[in-house]
């Protein structure tokens, strides 16, 4: 930073607490903590995930379970986060220039963050978080296992990063922040940072990968078909086109809300009010076009079936006759909740609301949200793909 901290544009009293790289780290922190769960209770019910995503079985009795092996790793990345809090708060006493000049103890904490996954701590589960980087990188690109190689993990992974595509967004912005002369990476957000695209960008990858493999499904059904001579059992790979689909009607979202952030009449050749009707058309087929999909292939309930199939007797109403979670109220309960917060994740996919300082403490909410939501949904993808 090149100025005294004392002249940046005031700093909201929600950054003062929990500036964003801290806001960042938390909500990956969640993100492990909440995959633990989804692992413990499945295992529970008797639906093994490992198998599932083809991981590896334990090859003694005596090694941990899966998701005692998460909450360890869950606790190693906490308690340093507790205890840099704790100091960056004591240091600061919510004084905004202490805030900015003590950037580096969240960027610290960062390091700690991605040195976690890649050093070889033997208590850590080792193997696990090597298999889960392993399949960062096969993902990163949009790549897809075979179903024998681990195809379902892959997905599952690359879908939570969807969840987490503001949060990819807001990362970048810390980081760009950090190394800039200008910036304190704890100061007020700079969404513009590294250009007026970047972030858009980047909150854009996740639906990149995801439509990709989307597309590496529909040419493998589609091929599979050819060397068959006929239309296999799974048809012919258009459910896989409509998903496609589905993660492509985010980017009008991303583009339109980037385009709205810096409006310029002479560039875009539309009314400022014309091209927030047309965002928000878009955000609302995302939504509920993301929402149905939620349900009906995801979570293979009735709910958008015809009048006969969600008033089959074989179920209650809506829902599908082969169920680990008994209590109907569950999937009634979990699909008002995705309904509820497919809607706000998608506004929250928009950049050109996060340059209102006040709504800052917000925007980690719906981040935190969406944690939530994607939290539940893990629960019934699973069981879903456990009963086929």
């Known amino acids: 930073m090149d100025g005294d901290p004392a002249v940046e544009p005031e700093l909201d009293a929600f950054s003062r607490i929990l500036p964003l790289p801290y806001r960042v780290a938390l909500i990956i922190v969640l993100g492990v903590w909440a995959w633990g769960l989804n692992l413990h209770y499945l295992s529970l019910i008797k639906i093994d995930v490992p198998a599932l995503i083809r991981y590896p079985s334990r090859a003694s009795p005596t090694h941990?379970?899966?998701?005692?092996?998460?909450?360890?790793?869950?606790?190693?990345?906490?308690?340093?986060?507790?205890?840099?809090l704790l100091f960056f708060w004591a240091l600061t006493h919510g004084s905004a220039a202490a805030v900015q000049r003590w950037e580096v103890l969240p960027q610290l904490y960062l390091l700690v963050l991605v040195l976690a996954f890649a050093l070889p701590i033997p208590f850590l589960s080792r193997s696990g978080r090597f298999r889960t980087l392993a399949t960062f990188k096969r993902i990163s690109i949009g790549g897809l296992a075979e179903a024998q190689d681990g195809k379902f993990g892959d997905i599952l992974l690359a879908d939570a990063l969807t969840s987490y595509a503001k949060v990819l967004g807001d990362l970048f912005v810390a980081l760009c922040m950090f190394f800039s002369s200008e910036h304190s990476s704890t100061g007020r957000p700079d969404r513009a940072c590294g250009g007026k695209f970047i972030v858009p960008f980047i909150i854009s990858i996740p639906s990149l990968i995801r439509l990709r493999q989307c597309l590496i499904e529909y040419?493998?059904?589609?091929?599979?078909?050819?060397?068959?001579?006929?239309?296999?059992?799974?048809?012919?790979?258009?459910?896989?086109?409509?998903?496609?689909?589905?993660?492509?009607?985010?980017?009008?979202?991303?583009?339109?809300?980037?385009?709205?952030?810096?409006?310029?009449?002479?560039?875009?050749?539309?009314?400022?009010?014309?091209?927030?009707r047309?965002?928000?058309?878009?955000?609302?087929?995302?939504?509920?076009?993301?929402?149905?999909?939620?349900?009906?292939?995801?979570?293979?309930?009735?709910?958008?079936?015809?009048?006969?199939?969600?008033?089959?007797?074989?179920?209650?109403?809506?829902?599908?006759?082969?169920?680990?979670?008994?209590?109907?109220?569950?999937?009634?309960?979990?699909?008002?909740?995705?309904f509820m917060l497919r809607c706000t994740w998608s506004f929250k996919l928009s950049p050109h609301l996060d340059h209102f300082n006040d709504l800052e403490g917000g925007i980690f909410l719906m981040e935190a949200l969406e944690v939530l939501r994607r939290w539940i949904w893990i629960f019934f993808r699973v069981e879903s793909e456990w009963g086929e």
């Open 64 to 84: 941990p379970p899966h998701h005692l092996s998460c909450y360890r790793v869950a606790t190693f990345l906490t308690i340093p986060l507790a205890i840099s």
């Open 278 to 338: 047309l965002w928000l058309f878009f955000v609302f087929l995302n939504s509920f076009y993301s929402f149905y999909w939620d349900v009906a292939r995801d979570w293979d309930l009735t709910l958008f079936s015809t009048l006969q199939a969600r008033n089959s007797p074989e179920h209650p109403y809506g829902l599908r006759r082969h169920r680990y979670f008994h209590a109907p109220e569950l999937y009634y309960g979990a699909i008002v909740i995705d």
């Open 219 to 276: 040419f493998r059904v589609r091929n599979g078909n050819k060397r068959s001579g006929g239309v296999a059992s799974t048809g012919w790979g258009g459910v896989h086109l409509a998903n496609a689909l589905k993660y492509s009607t985010a980017f009008p979202v991303i583009i339109l809300s980037a385009l709205q952030r810096g409006y310029d009449p002479a560039n875009i050749g539309m009314s400022e009010a014309g091209l927030f």
